[in-house]
C-alpha cells in the first residue's frame, strides 16, 4: 500500500477485555515501531522489529502487552486484560532500512488506533 | 524528568507571522534531532531532520541545534492557516532504535 495502514482505527474494550491492534507497514519496510501516544502527550516507543525479529521491547509497560510481526511484515500489537490506563492512540512506524546511522531518520507513521477502555 | 522537555502550548499567531518552536533535552548521547508535524486525528509526518550541531533550511522551516545548549528550536516563516497543528521535536543517538519524543506543541495560525 502506499502508506502505513493500521487497523480497527477505533476500538472500545471493556476492562478486562483482550485486544489486538494491527499494522501494515510499507510493503519492503525492515523496521517497524510501536508507539503509544496518550492525550496530549508525545509518542512514547514501545517496541521494534526487523523484519521478523524483535530486537528491543524495553518500551511495553507490563507483560499484559505483546508484540510480533511473525514473517517481518504485518505487526500486532496485542493487549491482554486491558485496563483504563492504556486508553491512548496505538501508533505504528514503519522506515525501509535498519535503525542507526542517518537513513534511520525517516519513519513513517500510520493514522494510529485508537483505544479506549471503558 | 523526561528526557525531551516542549512548551505544550498553545501558541496562537496571526498569518504571516514567524514561529519559534523549541524542545529541551538531558541526553548528551542522541546526534539525531527530528521535528514532525501532527494534525489532529492523523498520525505524526517528518518536516526535518538535522544531525549534530548546525542549522538546516527547507522552505519556510528553519531548524537549529545546540548540543552545547542541549536546544533545539524550528522556525516556521511566513506562517499560513495550514500550519496549524502539534509540533513534535524527537531525537535519538546513533545505534538507538527507539526515537524520543517531546509532549509536542499547538500551533494556531489565524487568518
Not at chain 1, 13 to 18: C, E, N, Y
Not at chain 1, 26 to 52: D, K, R
Not at chain 1, 60 to 66: A, E, G, I, V, Y
Not at chain 1, 108 to 113: H, K, L, R, V
Amino acid at each position: 500500500g502506499a502508506g502505513v495502514s493500521q487497523s480497527p482505527r477505533y476500538k472500545v474494550a471493556k476492562r478486562g477485555q483482550d485486544v489486538a491492534l494491527r499494522c501494515d507497514p510499507i510493503s519492503g519496510h525492515v523496521s517497524l515501531f510501536w508507539y503509544q501516544q496518550a492525550l496530549g502527550q508525545g509518542p512514547e516507543f514501545l517496541t521494534y522489529f526487523q523484519n521478523e525479529a524483535q530486537l528491543d521491547k524495553s518500551g511495553l509497560p507490563s507483560d499484559r502487552f505483546f508484540a510480533e510481526r511473525p514473517e517481518g511484515s504485518v505487526s500486532t500489537l496485542k493487549i491482554q486484560r486491558t485496563q483504563q490506563e492504556d486508553s491512548a492512540v496505538y501508533l505504528c512506524a514503519s522506515s525501509l532500512p535498519r535503525g542507526g546511522g542517518a537513513m534511520g531518520n525517516t519513519i513513517y507513521f500510520g493514522e494510529g488506533s485508537w483505544l479506549t477502555v471503558v | 524528568q523526561k528526557e525531551v522537555e516542549q512548551d505544550p502550548g498553545p501558541l496562537s499567531v496571526p498569518e504571516g507571522a514567524i514561529v519559534s518552536l523549541n524542545c529541551t533535552y538531558s541526553n548528551s548521547a542522541f546526534q539525531y534531532f527530528m521535528w514532525y508535524r501532527q494534525y489532529s486525528r492523523k498520525g505524526p509526518e517528518l518536516l526535518m531532520y538535522t544531525y549534530s550541531s548546525g542549522n538546516k533550511e527547507d522552505g519556510r522551516f528553519t531548524a537549529q541545534v545546540d548540543k552545547s545548549s542541549k536546544y533545539i528550536s524550528l522556525f516556521i516563516r511566513d506562517s499560513q492557516p495550514s500550519d496549524s497543528a502539534t509540533y513534535l521535536c524527537a531525537m535519538r543517538g546513533y545505534n538507538f532504535n527507539k526515537f524520543y519524543f517531546g509532549s509536542g506543541t499547538k500551533l494556531n495560525v489565524k487568518p
